[in-house]
């Protein structure tokens, strides 16, 4: 994964962005799928539209345009007494 964050000078903000590989992905989602039953993509656009994911590949297919650029990852994970969420 590749990081780059920027310090806006005259706001003080910190901006960030996350570029995630496939491989790093596909290998971080074998992990969850032996430890969860239900995994599930949720991302967030650029226009704020919430698009749902049921596995890697639909997700791995999805045209990653200006208009419609994914700016929030959601990777939730349950299981019959435990939960995780991990977000970008």
């Known amino acids: ?20 590989k496939e491989r790093e992905l ?11 039953k239900d995994i599930k993509i949720n991302v967030k656009t ?7 994911f049921y596995d890697l590949d639909e997700f791995l297919q999805y045209p990653n ?5 994914i700016m929030e ?3 939730s994970c349950e299981d ?3 939960s995780l969420d991990v977000n970008y």
């Open 1 to 20: 994964m590749l990081n780059y964050f920027k310090k806006h000078s005259k706001r003080e903000r910190l901006k960030g962005a996350a570029l995630i």
């Open 65 to 69: 345009f200006t208009k419609r650029k």
């Open 26 to 36: 596909k290998v971080f989602l074998k992990f969850l799928q032996k430890n969860f």
């Open 80 to 82: 019959d007494n435990r």
């Open 46 to 52: 650029i226009d704020q539209t919430s698009i749902s």
């Open 73 to 75: 990852l959601e990777i």
